[in-house]
């Protein structure tokens, strides 16, 4: 079956630093990939959805990009910010059908001023 | 202000003790569902429904049921709980990929 997984490690970061996340998937590429921020005791907010035929898809100081070859995306925050500290889910459906989601553990990121 | 809202927010129960967590949206998604997540498992998807009256089941069904009467609401029911059913619980909506989550149900079955 699909398995997702992230840096299994948290990832600490100087202010101002870029941050790269990864996850990587096992077998047929989604049709999509979704990245989520989750704060501390509260739901995951969605961020990005980069699709498989998209390289590269960008939102202010976040870019995602999909590589279907490795089988991986990664996910950028350029200019880290100490308010960018959190986990963040990469998610796919499992599907393709656009209702049920695998979702990776998280990589929870400290960006440290 | 478009939200999702779950209630109660935190709950301790016992062992066997029928309850039900309430989850409803007002962005008149067609799509709803309940996760649960666990330290190391991450989000693991309970049920999902398409519309009023379709559900099916997500990764870790047993031991849950859910409804979905209406569009905006979607509880789900622990017949009979068991502690290894203690976890954060969450529901989400969406019509189109972004989902939306809501703050978050903490359970703890004793």
């Known amino acids: 079956s699909q398995k997702i997984e992230q840096n299994s490690e948290a990832l600490n970061i100087q202010e101002g630093k870029t941050a790269t996340l990864t996850c990587n998937y096992t077998?047929?590429?989604?049709?999509?990939l979704q990245w989520y921020r989750q704060d501390p005791g509260r739901g995951p907010v969605f961020l990005l959805l980069?699709?498989?035929?998209?390289k590269e898809k960008r939102k202010e100081r976040l870019k995602v990009t999909f590589d279907t070859t490795l089988k991986q995306s990664l996910f950028h925050i350029t200019a880290s910010q100490p308010a960018d500290s959190a986990t963040y889910l990469c998610?796919?459906?499992?599907?393709?059908?656009?209702?049920?989601?695998?979702f990776g553990t998280g990589t929870s990121l400290t960006v440290i001023p | 202000e478009a939200q999702v809202t779950q209630n109660p927010r935190y709950l301790i129960t016992v062992t066997g003790k029928k309850l039900t967590v309430t989850c409803s949206q007002n962005?008149?998604?067609?799509?709803m569902s309940w996760y649960r997540q666990d330290p190391g498992l991450g989000l693991r998807q309970i049920y999902y429904?398409?519309?009023?009256?379709?559900?099916d089941k997500g990764d870790v069904p047993e031991g849950y049921k859910v409804s979905r009467k209406e569009k905006r609401n979607f509880p789900l029911i622990l017949e009979s709980p068991s502690p290894n059913q203690t976890s954060l619980y969450f529901c989400?909506?969406?019509?189109?990929?972004?989902?939306?989550f809501g703050p978050g149900t903490r359970l703890t079955v004793t």
């Open positions: 989400a909506s969406w019509t189109s990929y972004e989902q939306y």
């Open positions: 429904s398409m519309n009023v009256e379709v559900t």
């Open positions: 077998n047929y590429s989604p049709a999509y």
């Open positions: 980069i699709r498989e035929n998209e």
């Open positions: 962005m008149n998604h067609e799509y």
């Open positions: 998610a796919l459906d499992r599907t393709n059908t656009g209702n049920q989601f695998y």
